[in-house]
């Protein structure tokens, strides 16, 4: 289990890494040992009667895109939401604060408290 977030487990295996996060009753299991993977959710599935939704899409509100450059996180749906439900979907748009096309990079860093 992570030391900063109680609903996030991982363990490294020989093959890499797996992860767990889980809220309330939805779950997220991704990594990078696809066996181990494979191997925990027929456990789940055996224990608690759990199947597997396939490729993760949606999680939290937040809108899961895959390609071949990385993966893409967005509320759109959200945000969309929110603007029939104020009334506000003829509103015109305005440049968030945040730097455009902003690009992630992976760090030397342990991402975990180990």
Do not use: W
Not at 39 to 64: A, C, I, N, P, W
Not at 65 to 85: F, H, M, P, T
Request: aromatic share 8%; with cysteine; net charge neutral.
């Amino acid at each position: 289990m992570s030391k900063c977030d109680h609903s996030v487990f991982y363990h490294h295996s020989t093959m890499g890494i797996i992860l767990l996060v889980m809220y309330v009753d939805d779950i997220v299991i991704t990594g990078s040992d696809y066996v181990e993977i494979s191997s925990l959710k027929s456990f789940l599935h055996t224990r608690l009667h759990m199947k597997d939704l396939g490729q993760l899409k949606y999680f939290l509100g937040l809108e899961v895109n895959r390609n071949k450059k990385g993966v893409l996180l967005s509320q759109r749906k959200y945000i969309l939401d929110l603007l029939a439900e104020t009334g506000k979907m003829a509103a015109k748009p305005c440049n968030a604060p945040m730097v455009p096309n902003m690009h992630l990079m992976k760090d030397d860093d342990d991402p975990f408290d180990t």
